[in-house]
């Protein structure tokens, strides 16, 4: 007999039955056939600061503009699919070639999830491998910091507001082990989120463990963008997108995501294997 948790649990996950299931069947984007000016995707054009996260329940691609947002932080358990959203998003930003070719800067504390993201092999890399230790994720962040202070000076000699050159996304994973513990490192954090956006550079961070330890306020409210992917507790949903629907996600990649302007979209993130990022990468440098 099922139990009453067991019970609620299927008839939450109901809501999300008919939330079509895109693993095997999407084909992974070669980024070779993106024209400099836009990136093409399944018949959809639309900005180069804006990455694929996948498809909504509808079918339709759901996209999100970076630079708009202008952070974004993604939480999800782990086998919830955020590793492969994380790659779907770096993907699809670096999809887009010609002079408004992005950046990427990456720290990987558990060096894991970007150590195929070298600049041997991925063009686009800002530093010619990820931060790893915390020395280098201190000195990658004051040179980031030094950056977006010298776009300043720039946009004030030229009288402009905001950055109209080359973006630069920090991609972080995982961000509890960054933060805990180190409080120079988040004060760097919470810097570069509250300055970034008019310079072009956007935080996009993930954690497995959504807690007021890991996500303090100040670094949540600069973050306006939240990606939730199944979790462990009605708390740690709550924490991410400010209710408990995240435990409700069944499958892995299911997500909800809450937009800056307050806007709610439930989908399916796009799944990347380690063989399809070698094969988008090494596309890259042919």
């Given at each position: 007999?099922?139990?009453?948790?067991?019970?609620?649990?299927?008839?939450?996950?109901?809501?999300?039955?008919?939330?079509?299931?895109?693993?095997?069947?999407?084909?992974?984007?070669d980024?070779?056939?993106f024209?400099?000016?836009?990136?093409?995707?399944?018949?959809?054009?639309?900005g180069?600061d804006?990455?694929l996260?996948?498809?909504?329940?509808?079918?339709?691609?759901?996209?999100?503009?970076?630079?708009?947002?202008?952070?974004?932080?993604?939480?999800?358990?782990?086998?919830?699919?955020?590793?492969?959203?994380?790659?779907?998003?770096?993907?699809?930003?670096?999809?887009v070639?010609?002079?408004?070719?992005?950046?990427f800067?990456f720290?990987?504390?558990?060096?894991?999830?970007?150590?195929?993201?070298?600049?041997?092999?991925?063009?686009?890399?800002?530093?010619?491998?990820?931060?790893?230790?915390?020395?280098?994720?201190?000195?990658?962040?004051?040179?980031?910091?030094?950056?977006?202070?010298?776009?300043?000076?720039?946009?004030?000699?030229?009288?402009i507001?905001?950055?109209?050159?080359?973006?630069?996304?920090?991609?972080?994973?995982?961000?509890?082990?960054?933060?805990?513990?180190?409080?120079?490192?988040?004060?760097?954090?919470?810097?570069?989120?509250?300055?970034?956006?008019?310079?072009?550079?956007?935080?996009?961070?993930?954690?497995?463990?959504?807690?007021?330890?890991?996500?303090?306020?100040?670094?949540?409210?600069?973050?306006?963008?939240?990606?939730?992917?199944?979790?462990?507790?009605?708390?740690?949903?709550?924490?991410?997108?400010?209710?408990?629907?995240?435990?409700?996600?069944?499958?892995?990649?299911?997500?909800?995501?809450?937009?800056a302007?307050?806007?709610?979209?439930?989908?399916?993130?796009?799944?990347?294997?380690?063989?399809?990022?070698?094969?988008?990468?090494?596309?890259?440098?042919?």
């Amino acid at each position: 007999m099922m139990n009453t948790g067991s019970m609620k649990r299927a008839i939450s996950c109901s809501k999300y039955k008919n939330m079509p299931l895109f693993r095997k069947t999407y084909k992974t984007p070669d980024p070779r056939r993106f024209p400099s000016d836009s990136l093409v995707h399944a018949g959809v054009s639309y900005g180069p600061d804006t990455a694929l996260l996948g498809y909504t329940q509808a079918g339709d691609p759901l996209l999100l503009r970076v630079a708009a947002q202008p952070h974004v932080l993604i939480a999800g358990a782990s086998g919830s699919g955020k590793s492969s959203l994380m790659h779907a998003i770096i993907l699809s930003l670096a999809a887009v070639s010609g002079h408004t070719r992005p950046q990427f800067a990456f720290i990987d504390v558990k060096r894991v999830e970007f150590s195929l993201y070298t600049s041997a092999r991925f063009p686009m890399a800002l530093y010619p491998r990820p931060a790893c230790d915390l020395s280098d994720i201190r000195s990658k962040l004051t040179d980031l910091s030094k950056i977006i202070g010298n776009r300043y000076k720039l946009m004030e000699k030229k009288n402009i507001a905001l950055w109209n050159g080359q973006k630069i996304y920090i991609v972080i994973d995982e961000l509890a082990d960054l933060v805990i513990g180190h409080k120079d490192i988040l004060a760097d954090l919470v810097h570069i989120c509250q300055i970034g956006r008019a310079a072009g550079v956007h935080v996009i961070a993930a954690t497995q463990v959504p807690s007021r330890a890991t996500i303090p306020t100040l670094l949540q409210v600069n973050m306006p963008a939240h990606i939730a992917l199944r979790v462990s507790s009605p708390i740690e949903s709550r924490i991410i997108i400010g209710d408990a629907a995240a435990t409700d996600l069944c499958k892995p990649g299911d997500l909800i995501l809450d937009t800056a302007d307050g806007s709610r979209t439930i989908g399916h993130a796009d799944y990347y294997t380690r063989n399809d990022i070698a094969r988008v990468l090494a596309s890259m440098t042919n």
